[in-house]
T-cell receptor
Framework: DAEITQSPRHKITETGRQVTLACHQT?????MFWYRQDLGHGLRLIHY???????NKGEVSDGYSVSRSNTEDLPLTLESAASSQTSVYFC???????????FGPGTRLTVL | KQEVTQIPAALSVPEGENLVLNCSFT??????LQWFRQDPGKGLTSLLL?????REQTSGRLNASLDKSSGRSTLYIAASQPGDSATYLC????????????FGKGTLLTVNP
C-alpha cells in the first residue's frame, strides 16, 4: 500500500545545530507540504512543493528550508535550530493541489 | 486573512448519541473544505473533502455540510462509538495561485462507553 513516512519520529537537538527531517511518500504525488503543529496555534504551513525542483514558502518559513530532487522526498532542514522551533512536524502530500491531503505520522522535535 | 474557528474546543458525549461539530470561517471565497481526524500522537486522517459547489458529503456514519455564504460547515456523526474519540479538525482551502490551507484548532471529542 502507498504511504507517507517521516523520520526520525522523535529528535532532541541543541540550539544552533542543523537538523534535517525526512519525508518520503510512495503515492507518486506531485504536491508535498510541511506543517508544524503547536498548542494554541493549530497547524501552520512551513513550505510546499508542486513538483521536482519546485519549492514555495508558507506562512512560517523563516529558519526552514526544503529541496525537492525527486518526486518521493521533501526533506525539511532547520539551518540553526532555535527553541522556538520545538514542535511536532507533519509532512503531507496530495495528487492535485486542491485534492485531499494525506499526512505522515509526524516528528516530535525538541530543541534544548 | 482567513480565520477558522471550531466550537466547542472539547465535547464529551455518551455512546450512541448523534452529535454535530462546528467549523466557521471568515472568508467565504474558498475552493473546498476538508475534515480530518487526529488520534493522540498520530498524524491526520482525511475524513471528508467537500467542494465549494457542494452542499454535503457523506461517508458511513459521517456527514459534512457546507454553507459557503454563511462561512459554516458542520460534521455530523451518527450513533457515536468510543472509537470515535479523537480530535476533529477542519481546514479550508483558499484556492488560487498562492496556495493556502488554513486549519482550525480542532474539537476534542470523547465518547464515553
Amino acid at each position: 500500500d502507498a504511504e507517507i513516512t517521516q523520520s526520525p519520529r522523535h529528535k532532541i537537538t541543541e540550539t544552533g545545530r542543523q537538523v534535517t527531517l525526512a519525508c518520503h511518500q510512495t503515492w507518486n504525488h506531485n504536491n508535498m507540504f510541511w506543517y508544524r503543529q503547536d498548542l494554541g496555534h493549530g497547524l501552520r504551513l512551513i513550505h510546499y512543493s508542486y513538483g521536482v525542483h519546485d519549492t514555495n514558502k508558507g506562512e512560517v518559513s523563516d529558519g526552514y528550508s526544503v529541496s525537492r530532487s525527486n518526486t518521493e522526498d521533501l526533506p525539511l532542514t532547520l539551518e540553526s535550530a532555535a527553541s522556538s522551533q520545538t514542535s511536532v512536524y507533519f509532512c503531507a502530500s496530495s495528487e492535485h493541489l486542491y485534492n485531499e491531503q494525506f499526512f505522515g505520522p509526524g516528528t516530535r522535535l525538541t530543541v534544548l | 486573512k482567513q480565520e477558522v474557528t471550531q466550537i466547542p474546543a472539547a465535547l464529551s458525549v455518551p455512546e450512541g448519541e448523534n452529535l454535530v461539530l462546528n467549523c466557521s470561517f471568515t472568508d467565504s471565497a474558498i475552493y473546498n473544505l476538508q475534515w480530518f481526524r487526529q488520534d493522540p500522537g498520530k498524524g491526520l486522517t482525511s475524513l471528508l473533502l467537500i467542494q465549494s459547489s457542494q452542499r454535503e458529503q457523506t461517508s458511513g456514519r459521517l456527514n459534512a455540510s457546507l454553507d459557503k455564504s454563511s462561512g459554516r460547515s458542520t460534521l455530523y456523526i451518527a450513533a457515536s462509538q468510543p472509537g470515535d474519540s479523537a480530535t476533529y479538525l477542519c481546514a479550508v482551502n483558499r484556492g488560487g495561485s498562492n496556495y493556502k490551507l488554513t486549519f482550525g484548532k480542532g474539537t476534542l471529542l470523547t465518547v464515553n462507553p
